[in-house]
């Protein structure tokens, strides 16, 4: 009976290498277009304040830049993520313009709970004037 471990090596190898690997070098960098031409002109286009969030200055510097990346310069977790800028990097770089997917954050809840037993939801106060 032979026991070989080259099957289960290739297996965690192909893993570890997957970890490694920085996707967004392997993106290509979107050409300008229009009245951006500069990373900050794009992250003012798709708003809520995310220009003074990110600082970066080069074209080039700016799409290659990853989540983690994002993580070192101090930007939240919800301004990060897929949720609104790397998002927006995708679509812009998918040749969408940025009136078509940039939109403002949703605004707070209002009712508290959800689903069929709540029909008319309950809603939230409290105590601080508005």
């Known amino acids: ?5 080259q099957p289960s090596l290739r ?3 192909q ?4 970890s490694f690997q920085d996707r967004a070098a392997v993106r290509p960098v979107p050409p300008t277009r229009g009245d951006i031409n ?3 002109d794009f992250l003012r286009a798709i708003g809520r304040s995310a ?7 080069n074209w080039d510097a ?19 993520r897929h949720v609104y800028v790397l998002w927006c990097m995708e679509k812009y770089r998918q040749d969408i313009p ?3 997917f940039a939109h403002e954050p949703r605004p707070k809840k209002k009712t508290r709970g959800r689903g069929p037993r ?3 939801g309950k809603l939230i106060r409290s105590r601080r004037p508005r």
């Not at 009976?1 to 471990?5: I, T």
């Not at 893993?15 to 997957?18: I, K, N």
């Not at 290659?64 to 301004?79: E, F, H, S, W």
């Open 51 to 57: 220009e003074t969030k990110v600082s970066i200055d």
């Open 98 to 100: 940025i009136k078509d």
């Open 11 to 13: 297996r965690v190898s």
């Open 118 to 120: 709540i029909q008319d």
């Open 15 to 18: 893993t570890f290498v997957r």
């Open 1 to 5: 009976m032979s026991f070989s471990l």
């Open 38 to 40: 500069t990373p900050r």
């Open 62 to 80: 700016f799409w290659r830049t990853a989540g983690y990346d994002l993580r070192k310069a101090g930007l939240a977790v919800k301004d990060r």
